[in-house]
């Protein structure tokens, strides 16, 4: 069975820090984009950022650019979302997912097969 599991959310306050982690099994995803994508109460999910399958390149959403930075190791089967200067804006729920059918990143929602379960972000003010 194929699963994604997130950790490292929680709360914190503004301006602070922190890392999220992305663990994949069941497979590898050595050769897949893979992405992070959030959701905020009572809005679509949108995208956060991307990285390709080695790590060369990546993109952001621009409310994060320059705060956020998405990495990977794939001898760990690990992807990372680091974040930065946290707003209360960044409020949500953080997924990661993976698309074997993209060897560069994407920012695409539907081009994404599997997906983590999500973990709780809160910034206060």
């Known amino acids: 069975q194929v699963q994604l599991v997130e950790s490292g959310g929680g709360l914190v306050q503004n301006g602070a820090s922190l890392r999220l982690s992305c663990v994949a099994s069941?497979?590898?995803?050595?050769?897949?984009?893979m992405g992070w994508f959030r959701q905020a109460p009572g809005k679509e999910r949108m995208f956060v950022g991307t990285?390709?399958?080695?790590?060369?390149?990546?993109t952001y959403a621009d409310s994060v650019k320059g705060r956020f930075t998405v990495s990977r190791d794939n001898a760990k089967n690990t992807v990372y979302l680091q974040m930065k200067a946290l707003r209360p804006e960044d409020t949500a729920v953080y997924y990661c997912?993976?698309?074997?059918?993209?060897?560069?990143?994407?920012?695409?929602?539907?081009?994404?097969?599997?997906w983590g379960q999500g973990t709780q972000v809160t910034v206060s003010s």
């Open positions: 997912a993976a698309s074997p059918r993209h060897f560069t990143g994407t920012s695409y929602y539907a081009d994404y097969d599997y």
């Open positions: 069941g497979r590898t995803f050595n050769d897949a984009a």
């Open positions: 990285i390709s399958w080695n790590g060369g390149s990546t």
